[in-house]
């Protein structure tokens, strides 16, 4: 498998402090891979300097062989890397369809001549938007308002919306944050459903158990640093990982003994 994204002594600063420090990853094509790090590790920042909405202090980013250094939001979204939001950035008084549109139109300065020549390439839009809503399971909300939805199906628009855009990579901003422990099942498994459509993932977030039951791959974040990598089950058994993220004995019960919910998870990404 080739790399997709990586970064290379990726470093972020505010001022003397080091948000990322020397941050090294590589999301393979294909592969669902997972950051993880708790609350202040620098994760959103991270997943903003690679979106460019924050500047990369120093170091490399590359997607699909390209540096991404000088290339605005819109333009690394429109090569193919798209990401969600913590605070989902969903359009309340849009219907779930309409956010989707949105979302698909790849807006740019000659689309109203595109709309004259070609009348019918609004299809291919609608296309994608029913796409992403049915590969999420959406299709019974598609007239409602999201501002009337449940924070999971939210939740769950908000990553229909940037699948609609078609990416090649997808960044997902903490999207279990909030969900109970069944959410948060139903996401893994569409989450694994995703990659069948050529798409990589790249999952960042603070819990545990979703990142260890569907990721092929996991960093591990602490104080803006990688403390660790490799698989769930070397993640699960990393000494360090327990005693950075949890705490020792919080770490021995979430990491070694886990749920039934993300071992059904994680048997199921085994046999794909």
């Not at 991270?46 to 997607?63: K, N, W």
């Not at 960042?204 to 092929?216: K, P, Q, T």
Request: glycine fraction near 10%; charged fraction near 25%.
């Amino acid at each position: 498998m080739s790399a997709l994204l990586q970064t290379r002594g990726l470093t972020v600063s505010y001022g003397g402090l080091h948000a990322n420090s020397e941050v090294n990853i590589v999301a393979e094509k294909g592969k669902l891979t997972g950051l993880i790090g708790p609350n202040g590790a620098g994760k959103t920042t991270f997943i903003d300097a690679l979106t460019g909405f924050t500047p990369i202090t120093s170091g490399l980013a590359e997607f699909k062989g390209r540096d991404l250094v000088g290339l605005s939001p819109s333009e690394r979204a429109l090569n193919g890397l798209v990401r969600t939001f913590q605070s989902l950035e969903l359009f309340e008084d849009l219907t779930v369809w309409d956010n989707l549109i949105v979302m698909a139109e790849k807006t740019k300065w000659w689309s109203f001549l595109a709309d004259f020549v070609s009348p019918n390439r609004t299809l291919g839009i609608e296309e994608q938007s029913d796409w992403a809503m049915n590969l999420l399971e959406l299709g019974e909300f598609r007239d409602r308002l999201t501002l009337d939805l449940s924070h999971g199906q939210r939740k769950l628009v908000s990553v229909a919306r940037a699948l609609a855009a078609k990416p090649e990579l997808l960044l997902l901003d903490e999207p279990a944050a909030g969900l109970d422990t069944i959410e948060s099942q139903q996401l893994g498994r569409h989450l694994r459903s995703i990659l069948a459509e050529d798409i990589t993932i790249l999952l960042i977030d603070h819990d545990m158990g979703l990142v260890l039951s569907v990721c092929d791959y996991i960093y591990v974040l602490d104080f803006g640093k990688i403390i660790a990598e490799g698989t769930p089950e070397e993640i699960r058994a990393n000494t360090d990982v327990k005693r950075a993220y949890l705490g020792e004995s919080a770490g021995e019960m979430q990491l070694e003994g886990g749920t039934d919910a993300a071992n059904s998870l994680s048997a199921e990404r085994k046999q794909q």
